[in-house]
């Protein structure tokens, strides 16, 4: 799992987005074991502590579940990988339309800009 963390949003939540895009993507699948927290925490470059409040949230969501001596583990619930695969794609094509909103674009020329982009247009 590689850690990529932006100054606009607290850790704790992108550490979240980013465990729910590796089970939205099967990178993590159902009944795996996570690392310890210590040790997620020093390959994500991150307080034990911050690790433990995103580890924590995500089990109060359901995608995780603990075993008290053996550690954590992806909920089956989890594995719902399409759903949370289409919440994934809402929550980032909402942010994408109101940035391209906050720029003064209409929707029509949002369409334009990435029909160009995929076809690779400039």
Same mark, same amino acid.
């Not at 996570?34 to 433990?52: D, F, I, K, S």
């Not at 794609?89 to 160009?116: C, H, P, R, W």
């Given at each position: 799992?590689?850690?990529?963390?932006?100054?606009?949003?607290?850790?704790?939540?992108?550490?979240?987005?980013? /465990?729910?895009?590796?089970?939205?993507?099967?990178?993590? +699948? !159902? $009944?795996?074991?996570?690392?310890?927290?210590? *040790? =997620?925490?020093?390959?994500?470059?991150?307080?034990?502590?911050?690790?433990?409040?995103?580890?924590?949230?995500?089990?109060?969501?359901?995608?995780?579940?603990? /075993?008290?001596?053996?550690?954590?583990?992806?909920?089956? +619930? !989890? $594995?719902?990988?399409?759903?949370?695969?289409? *919440? =994934?794609?809402?929550?980032?094509?909402?942010?994408?339309?109101?940035?391209?909103?906050?720029?003064?674009?209409?929707?029509?020329?949002?369409?334009?800009?990435?029909?160009?982009?995929?076809?690779?247009?400039?």
């Amino acid at each position: 799992m590689e850690w990529n963390f932006d100054e606009n949003t607290p850790i704790y939540l992108q550490i979240i987005e980013q /465990i729910k895009k590796c089970i939205a993507t099967g990178e993590l +699948q !159902a $009944d795996e074991k996570l690392p310890a927290v210590r *040790e =997620l925490a020093v390959t994500a470059g991150v307080n034990p502590n911050t690790m433990q409040k995103a580890l924590s949230q995500l089990e109060n969501e359901g995608y995780l579940y603990s /075993i008290r001596t053996s550690g954590r583990y992806v909920s089956k +619930q !989890a $594995d719902k990988s399409q759903q949370l695969q289409k *919440e =994934l794609t809402k929550q980032y094509a909402d942010a994408f339309i109101e940035n391209m909103k906050s720029l003064g674009y209409e929707k029509d020329e949002v369409v334009k800009i990435l029909a160009d982009y995929i076809s690779g247009s400039k």
